[in-house]
Every structure is written in C-alpha cells, then in structure tokens.
C-alpha cells in the first residue's frame, strides 16, 4: 500500500524513492534494511532515568568552585530544553517526508529515546536545583540567557527553515530538507550536544559528578545511534537523486557547521568565564572545531578548521565500551531482547 504519487520528474511509481511524497506502509519487501538494522539496535540500548542514581553527586556539587557551578548551572539550563528542541523538529518536519516504514520505525524509536532525555535531564533539574525558581529560570534560559538564546534561536530557524512544505515535491523543497536534517544531525546533536559532553566528561576525568557522566554515556550513544541514522538517509538521498547535491549545497552546509561553531563558542565564554582549572576557552574552541572537521569528512565534505582535539578523555568516548556500569547493563539489556525485535530471521 503505498500513497499517492509523486509529481516529482525524476519520480517513478514502480520505484518510489526515499522523499516522494506519500506514506509506504509495506514492510515486505523492505526496500531500506539498513533502516530497519538501525531500529533493532536502538532496542538494544533501552534504558531508564530511574537507572541513574545523581544522589552521589550532590557532595560534589558542594565542594565545587562557584566558576565550576556556574558551569554546571549553564549546562543544566541548556539541557532543559534542547532535547524538546530536537523532538519537535523530528515531529514537525522529518517524520513526515521519510517515505520509508522501516525508516519511521527509527524515528519513533528516536522520539521515545528523546523523551526519556527529556526525563533524565528534568530528574537532573529536580535533583541539582531543588529551588522551584530557579528550575523556572532554567526553563526559561532560551529567552533569558543570551549564550542559550543564540544557540536556541539558530534551532529555531532551521525548524522554520521547511516552512509550510508538507510534500517535498521541487528540487529546492528537497534540497530544503537535506539542510534541515543535515543541520539536526551534524550542528545540533553531532556538535552542540558534544560540546555538552565535552564539560560533563572533564567533570568526571576530576572525580566530579560521576552520576551525571553515567546518564551522560546513555544519552551520547543515543545521540551517536541519531546522528548515524540521519546521515544513513542524507547518504541513501543522494545516491537516489544525486542533482540534489552540489558545491552549493555543500558551501552551505560548511557555512552552517561554521556559524554553529561560533554559537558554541560563546556559549563556552560564558560556562568558563569565571575561569574554570584544566579547561581553557582556546582548547574549547580547537575540540569545537575539531569535532566540526569530523561532521563535514563523514559527509565528504572538506574539513574547515584542521584542529585537533585537545581533550584526551573525550577520545575515550569514540569507545562504546565507557565503563563497567555502562557494559554490565548494555549487555544486559541485548541479553534481554535477543531474538524479540525482528520480524523473522530471514535475509532483506
């Protein structure tokens, strides 16, 4: 059962391709299967807030510098809401143009997984911020706190970027579409989300907040499993209709990495203004970059910065094996669902 046709010139109704418009509902035979792989092995990292014990890290937060809880305070404000941010977009303007049922299927997974972000980052406000003001002000921080606003308002725009499009039916809404996921998948979860990585890992290399870095290795391979996904479909696009992509596009996507740099670095002029020990603001700036370089090559574009990364235990996490908590419950949980998240066992 497929929708109704594309008016697309390239279109052709025995083979629809990934973006024509419409609403596939066959699963058999399953055009995408790498889709469908990417499904089973979220399920394979199910995992939940009440898993994450964050009591631990109020000592820490005592012995703190006021400049390392003013980090903290920032992060967490920036936490409450980015994830929304990315579930809306999802919502709004992904789902709806992935004419692909094994590709829905990861995306309602990834909405799930954004909710349970959502919950561990409001448990993370409950535990750290017991004053209800004070967790009111956080939520409001994409209004009221400029380094948040400026990385709020770049989410925001991209959102709006696709407008009222509701089928994907020119080259240029197509195109549209790339840039949006693109900026979803490389800007917002491949850098801004890593640069909060980035402090939530110092953190831990000191001793400090070990429950936050626990949460924190779940959320980084949910955000990695996102990332992959959405780069699976930029690449399945582009082998479908590769006129979509050109240096234009290409130029683009290296402007927007570079303005998404620029947000994140003030956002880190203002986590470590009050000068926090073993983290600099050139060596943010050299990481951010870095990480930028490693977003254009996986879309072969060229690098833009060359820097390297100045973080040795951010290395570490390019590791999915991060800790023995980490281990024991991913084993666990693959364990657990062994045999019970296909349909059958037959090759696609």
Same mark, same amino acid.
């Given at each position: /059962?497929?929708?109704?046709?594309?008016?697309?010139?390239?279109?052709?109704?025995?083979?629809?391709?990934?973006?024509?418009?419409? /609403? @596939?509902?066959?699963?058999?035979?399953?055009?995408?299967?790498?889709? =469908?792989?990417?499904?089973?092995?979220?399920?394979?990292?199910?995992?939940?807030?009440?898993?994450?014990?964050?009591?631990?890290?109020?000592?820490?937060?005592?012995?703190?510098?006021?400049?390392?809880?003013?980090?903290?305070?920032?992060?967490?404000?920036?936490?409450?809401?980015?994830?929304?941010?990315?579930?809306?977009?999802?919502?709004?303007? $992904?789902?709806?143009?992935?004419?692909?049922?094994?590709?829905? #299927?990861?995306?309602?997974?990834?909405?799930? @997984?954004?909710?349970?972000?959502?919950?561990? =980052?409001?448990?993370? $406000?409950?535990?750290?911020?017991?004053?209800?003001?004070?967790?009111?002000?956080?939520?409001?921080?994409? @209004?009221?706190?400029?380094?948040?606003?400026?990385?709020?308002?770049?989410?925001?725009?991209?959102?709006?970027?696709?407008?009222?499009?509701?089928?994907?039916?020119?080259?240029?809404?197509?195109?549209?579409?790339? #840039?949006?996921?693109?900026?979803?998948?490389?800007?917002? &979860?491949?850098?801004?989300? =890593?640069?909060?990585?980035?402090?939530?890992?110092?953190?831990?290399?000191?001793?400090? $907040?070990?429950?936050?870095?626990?949460?924190?290795?779940?959320?980084?391979?949910?955000?990695?499993?996102?990332?992959?996904?959405?780069?699976?479909?930029?690449?399945?696009?582009?082998?479908?209709?590769?006129?979509?992509?050109?240096?234009?596009?290409?130029?683009?996507?290296?402007?927007?990495?570079?303005?998404?740099?620029?947000?994140?670095?003030?956002?880190?002029?203002?986590?470590?203004?009050?000068?926090?020990?073993? /983290?600099?603001?050139?060596?943010?700036?050299?990481?951010? &970059?870095?990480?930028?370089?490693?977003?254009?090559?996986?879309?072969?574009?060229?690098?833009?910065?060359?820097?390297?990364?100045?973080?040795?235990?951010?290395?570490?996490?390019?590791?999915?094996?991060?800790?023995?908590?980490?281990?024991?419950?991913?084993?666990?949980?693959?364990?657990?669902?062994?045999?019970?998240?296909?349909?059958?066992?037959?090759?696609?």
């Amino acid at each position: /059962m497929t929708g109704p046709a594309s008016t697309t010139p390239t279109d052709s109704p025995e083979t629809p391709m990934l973006l024509d418009p419409g /609403m @596939e509902l066959t699963l058999r035979p399953m055009r995408y299967p790498h889709f =469908y792989d990417r499904f089973r092995d979220a399920i394979k990292n199910t995992w939940t807030v009440e898993e994450v014990d964050l009591h631990s890290d109020l000592a820490d937060l005592r012995r703190m510098t006021p400049a390392e809880r003013h980090l903290v305070s920032r992060l967490v404000a920036f936490f409450a809401t980015g994830d929304t941010i990315v579930a809306n977009n999802l919502v709004l303007n $992904l789902y709806q143009h992935v004419n692909s049922p094994e590709g829905r #299927l990861y995306l309602s997974r990834q909405l799930f @997984e954004e909710a349970v972000h959502v919950q561990f =980052y409001l448990t993370l $406000l409950d535990t750290y911020v017991p004053d209800e003001a004070e967790r009111h002000e956080a939520f409001a921080a994409v @209004e009221s706190i400029p380094s948040i606003k400026r990385k709020a308002d770049f989410c925001f725009r991209w959102i709006d970027s696709l407008g009222d499009v509701e089928e994907l039916r020119t080259r240029e809404d197509r195109r549209a579409f790339l #840039l949006n996921l693109i900026c979803f998948a490389a800007c917002i &979860e491949g850098l801004f989300f =890593y640069g909060a990585f980035a402090y939530v890992y110092f953190l831990r290399s000191r001793g400090l $907040l070990n429950g936050l870095a626990s949460g924190t290795n779940w959320v980084f391979r949910d955000e990695s499993m996102h990332m992959a996904f959405a780069l699976d479909v930029v690449d399945t696009v582009r082998r479908e209709e590769p006129d979509l992509w050109d240096d234009d596009l290409e130029a683009q996507v290296s402007e927007m990495l570079a303005e998404a740099v620029e947000c994140e670095v003030q956002f880190a002029e203002d986590l470590l203004g009050g000068g926090v020990p073993g /983290m600099s603001l050139p060596d943010m700036r050299a990481y951010l &970059e870095h990480v930028a370089d490693r977003r254009l090559e996986l879309l072969g574009i060229p690098a833009r910065y060359g820097s390297a990364n100045p973080f040795a235990f951010m290395e570490l996490q390019d590791v999915q094996e991060l800790s023995n908590f980490f281990e024991r419950r991913v084993s666990a949980y693959q364990l657990g669902v062994s045999g019970q998240v296909s349909f059958d066992d037959e090759e696609f």
